[in-house]
């Protein structure tokens, strides 16, 4: 088991769709190297789902960002598209739908989910984050 120290990664992806891939493996990477591999995949499931919607839905750059700090794992995607997420379908329709359903499966995954929007430095986006519990 993994020592309680905080860490952070910050992954800036390209609006690529390949971008997605790269997350995804850069996240296993970095939780296999830290002994949090119980968590490995949920995180890439969520990992997934926060970096192709910023990937699809936006037209500029975007990051992936992963923090471990007291046995919590957050895991976020920031893209340049101030709007708020688009709400998932209900639980019902979900099912039947194609598209649209990832922060339904970030939902039902994560142990706590949100969102915010961040001004920084000129730039305007949103962050779309969600934990995950160490314990293995």
Do not use: F
């Amino acid at each position: 088991m993994p020592d309680d120290d905080s860490w952070e990664y910050t992954l800036h992806i390209p609006h690529d769709p390949r971008a997605v891939t790269v997350s995804r493996r850069t996240l296993r990477l970095i939780l296999t190297l830290h002994g949090l591999p119980h968590l490995t995949d949920v995180a890439e499931l969520l990992a997934t789902e926060l970096v192709s919607n910023a990937v699809r839905h936006t037209k500029g750059p975007a990051a992936l960002r992963v923090r471990w700090s007291a046995g919590v794992l957050r895991i976020g995607a920031w893209d340049a598209d101030p709007r708020p997420p688009e709400p998932s379908p209900p639980p019902d329709r979900a099912v039947e739908l194609e598209d649209g359903r990832g922060l339904a499966l970030v939902r039902a995954c994560a142990d706590l989910w949100g969102w915010q929007p961040l001004a920084r430095e000129g730039n305007r986006g949103k962050y779309v984050w969600c934990e995950l519990t160490g314990a293995a």
